[in-house]
Structures are given as structure tokens and as C-alpha cells.
């Protein structure tokens, strides 16, 4: 059964940060791109950062550009995204997604399998 999960979510203060961590099983972790989307309340979900399975290329959205860091430890079978310098505006429920492919995907479409989320709130 495949699992996809996400933790480290919460309460922070605007500039504050916070390391999200989606811990996969079920599958061969190392031959799946894995990547980081978020939805606040009344928007659609959007994709926050990507980092693929081959050679883990990264993407990064503009708005968390200088700011999120992607990375991957496969003999944990575990994507991180450090979120540095935290603000209101990156308050919602990020989602973790999976699929198994070699390049960097950034639309929530591409994706196979996905976790039910973990709340990131940034107070001002």
C-alpha cells in the first residue's frame, strides 16, 4: 500500500521558520520525483517547490524562491522543505506528491499519489 506523509507543520511568527518533512512507503522512493504544493482557503492549490528523482533537479515557485530549500534523503525515503523568513502570506495546507518519472513537475496533475496535508499558519 502505497503512503504518503507529511509532518513538521504549525504556529509560527512572520519570519519564523519551519522544516516539512513527507515521508513516502510503497514504492521505490528513489525513482520518484517528489513535490511540495499548497492550497489556502478560496485558492487552488499551487506548487511551492519540486526536486526529481534523477540527478534531483529542484524547482522552486517565484514567491519561495531565496527562501524554501528542497532536499532528499532516499535511504530515509524522505523529502524536506526548510521554509526560512516565513510570511502570512505562506499560510496553508501544504500537501506532499508523488510520481514516479525523472524530471521536475510542478502541476498537481502530473502527480500520482499525495498526502493529506499539514497546516502551516504564519501569524503577523
Known amino acids: 500500500e502505497v503512503q504518503v506523509v507529511e509532518s513538521g507543520g504549525g504556529l509560527v511568527q512572520a519570519g519564523g521558520s519551519l522544516r516539512l518533512s513527507c515521508t513516502a512507503s510503497?514504492?521505490?522512493?528513489?525513482?520518484?520525483?517528489i513535490g511540495w504544493f499548497r492550497q489556502a482557503p478560496g485558492k487552488e492549490r499551487e506548487g511551492v517547490s519540486c526536486?526529481?528523482?534523477?540527478?534531483?533537479?529542484?524547482y522552486y515557485a517565484d514567491s519561495v524562491k531565496g527562501r524554501f530549500t528542497i532536499s532528499r534523503v532516499n535511504a530515509k525515503d524522505t523529502v524536506y522543505l526548510q521554509m526560512n523568513s516565513l510570511k502570512p502570506e505562506d499560510t496553508a495546507v501544504y500537501y506532499c506528491?508523488?510520481?514516479?518519472?525523472?524530471?521536475?513537475?510542478?502541476?498537481?496533475?502530473?502527480?500520482?499519489?499525495w498526502g493529506q496535508g499539514t497546516q502551516v499558519t504564519v501569524s503577523s
Open positions: 506528491a508523488a510520481r514516479q518519472a525523472m524530471g521536475v513537475m510542478t502541476y498537481p496533475y502530473e502527480y500520482d499519489y
Open positions: 510503497g514504492f521505490t522512493f528513489d525513482d520518484y520525483t
Open positions: 526536486i526529481s528523482s534523477s540527478e534531483g533537479s529542484t
